[in-house]
């Protein structure tokens, strides 16, 4: 069973840095694709990048390019996002997922409905 744990959400200031951690579980291959969604309360969730576990390569939605770096250590069977000069609307529910399949591509967004787990989510607040 495939089974994604987020952490590292946290409460920081405004231009502070946080990176958040995906730990996964459950898989036999690396041929597949995590991505990194958020959401806030009464918003769809919002894509921000995707990378795929066999060779590292990262794609990211068009608004969220310069802002977030996601990176993957196979050894610890982790996915990092690391998130600089944070502002307030940056806060949020984030989010890891996965797709069973290698397909980290950005049409019209990183849309959910291609993925098939989440984990349960981490929270992000930036104050002002």
């Known amino acids: 069973e495939v089974q994604l744990v987020e952490s590292g959400g946290a409460l920081v200031q405004t231009g502070g840095s946080l990176r958040l951690s995906c730990a996964i579980f459950?898989?036999?291959?690396?041929?597949?694709?995590i991505a990194w969604f958020r959401q806030t309360p009464g918003k769809e969730r919002e894509g921000i990048s995707c990378?795929?576990?066999?060779?590292?390569?990262?794609n990211y939605a068009d608004s969220m390019k310069g802002r977030f770096t996601v990176f993957s250590d196979n050894a610890n069977d982790t996915v990092y996002l690391q998130m600089n000069a944070l502002k307030p609307e940056a806060t949020a529910t984030y989010y890891c997922?996965?797709?069973?399949?290698?397909?980290?591509?950005?049409?019209?967004?990183?849309?959910?409905?291609?993925?098939?787990?989440w984990g349960q989510g981490t929270q992000v607040t930036v104050s002002s």
């Open positions: 990378i795929l576990r066999s060779d590292g390569r990262t």
């Open positions: 997922t996965a797709d069973l399949r290698p397909y980290c591509v950005v049409v019209d967004g990183i849309r959910p409905t291609q993925y098939d787990y």
């Open positions: 459950g898989f036999t291959h690396d041929d597949y694709t």
